[in-house]
């Protein structure tokens, strides 16, 4: 057995931290929930925006690319911000501004005041999730801990699927004529609760040695994930003009002059954003890069199956979210017996999971082949069934992988640096995968474009899978 240690750099005195009771932790899930939720929430809800706000597909694709890359771009800088100020003080404001967003995305009169909304969303988010991450891993430890990190991950995986089937129900219900804008609007209680709740229940933590804000990292990460994220969710919808390719070219250049930063900063005995120690930790390194074609993978999935469905199938916003109404409900139980399935079988549950993910994708696209055009619930209920099992096996253990080793004291940078890679994934999966479908379509038909594009998707999870041999076969 390979036994990983700490490096030095990164232990931090003992200190014995506040309990983080069983109300706090799901205040701090319901945070978690939200932005996660609001990501997936518009798929199936874009359609009906467009016709009511009279928005191009440009537009269109800019409500969700102007949330999911502020939202990514600010994560680890949020992150560090909370070791520094307080972490349930910086959740209980981004919660507080996440409502307000939600709200002002409701009411939106234009689409170019709900595309500024919703990247203003995107900041609110991402100083409200990394404080999550942050608290559990502060203020737990043991068995308690661990059963945290797996309902914090079998949360986040429910969140992606069941804001898809929300915003299904959402818009077709049209709550007191609201139509698109509940999807929105539903927030603001939400949120109330969660700012009542955290006031009583969630402890402050924050490092016990308060780092400086790292300028010039802080300025290169964001440049190098706008410059990736920004023309591959925009590029097909303006036809790919100069700009996009600018600014992939220097997408290389931006990311070596981040690692170069960092690394001379560390040298020098200064702080930098995401300190190159926490890379020497072997669970945090190997289960980055295996996040990275998982939520990739999952959000094009998403947002392909949303696409098709209303345009290709013909069905309502309320058909095609609940479709996928059976991999949330078998996400949320097999993510409950996830910790007593990991005692026993460790990482290799991971693995046993993208099996099944697989084999779920592998179905749902021999449905699309045979059923098309009509392909529903139950043409996909095998698929989505066997999706929802292998993905609650490896999401929830997974996160309790990559923040095993991380100490308390760097709580707030590895979470964002967790949650801005899955972030920037999910970013990089819906315009990947979602401009193939796209670009497939006109010529193919809908059905070989959702045929060929769920094969390379699923691709990325047998990636997924052979990545997940690396893992440490011990979970602590």
Request: hydrophobic share 55%.
């Amino acid at each position: 057995m390979t036994t990983h240690t700490r490096p030095p750099q990164l232990r931090a005195a003992a200190q014995t931290p506040p309990a983080l009771g069983a109300l706090g932790l799901f205040t701090v899930l319901l945070g978690a929930a939200l932005p996660l939720i609001d990501f997936f929430i518009v798929n199936v809800a874009l359609p009906t925006i467009g016709r009511d706000l009279h928005a191009s597909e440009p537009v269109l694709e800019l409500v969700v690319a102007g949330y999911g890359i502020t939202y990514a771009v600010l994560l680890v800088l949020c992150g560090r911000l909370g070791d520094l100020l307080g972490r349930r003080r910086l959740f209980v404001l981004g919660t507080a501004a996440f409502g307000l967003t939600s709200l002002a995305c409701g009411l939106a009169p234009t689409a170019w005041a709900l595309v500024a909304a919703r990247i203003a969303q995107g900041a609110a988010s991402a100083l409200m999730l990394p404080q999550v991450l942050a608290t559990i891993q502060a203020t737990t430890s043991g068995p308690h801990r661990a059963r945290a990190m797996s309902k914090y991950g079998a949360t986040a995986g429910l969140s992606m699927v069941a804001g898809q089937v929300l915003g299904g129900l959402l818009v077709s219900a049209d709550l007191l004529g609201t139509g698109w804008r509940s999807v929105f609007l539903v927030n603001v209680p939400v949120v109330l609760l969660a700012l009542v709740l955290a006031a009583r229940t969630v402890p402050e933590t924050r490092s016990e040695r308060p780092e400086p804000v790292d300028v010039p990292g802080t300025v290169l990460l964001a440049l190098a994930l706008i410059s990736l994220l920004a023309p591959l969710t925009e590029g097909r919808a303006a036809g790919w003009p100069l700009w996009t390719w600018l600014c992939l070219a220097a997408f290389p250049f931006l990311a070596y002059a981040f690692y170069a930063v960092e690394r001379a900063a560390d040298r020098a005995g200064r702080t930098p954003l995401v300190p190159p120690p926490l890379f020497q930790l072997a669970s945090l390194r190997r289960g980055l890069v295996m996040v990275v074609p998982f939520s990739a993978g999952f959000s094009g999935f998403m947002f392909v199956i949303a696409v098709a469905l209303q345009r290709g199938a013909g069905l309502g916003a309320t058909e095609a979210g609940l479709t996928l109404a059976p991999a949330a409900g078998v996400f949320f139980v097999t993510s409950l017996a996830g910790p007593r399935l990991v005692a026993r079988w460790g990482a290799r549950v991971v693995t046993a999971g993208g099996l099944l993910q697989a084999a779920g994708v592998a179905l749902i696209a021999l449905a699309a082949w045979r059923a098309w055009p009509d392909l529903g619930i139950l043409e996909m209920l095998p698929g989505a069934v066997l999706l929802g099992v292998g993905q609650a096996l490896q999401l929830p253990i997974l996160f309790r992988i990559i923040l095993s080793e991380v100490p308390a004291a760097r709580a707030g940078v590895a979470g964002g640096v967790l949650t801005t890679t899955q972030q920037a994934a999910l970013a990089l999966g819906v315009a990947t995968l979602g401009s193939l479908f796209l670009s497939l379509a006109p010529g193919l038909g809908m059905r070989a474009a959702l045929v060929l594009t769920l094969l390379v998707q699923l691709a990325a999870v047998a990636l997924t899978t052979l990545l997940s041999v690396r893992l440490p076969r011990r979970i602590a």
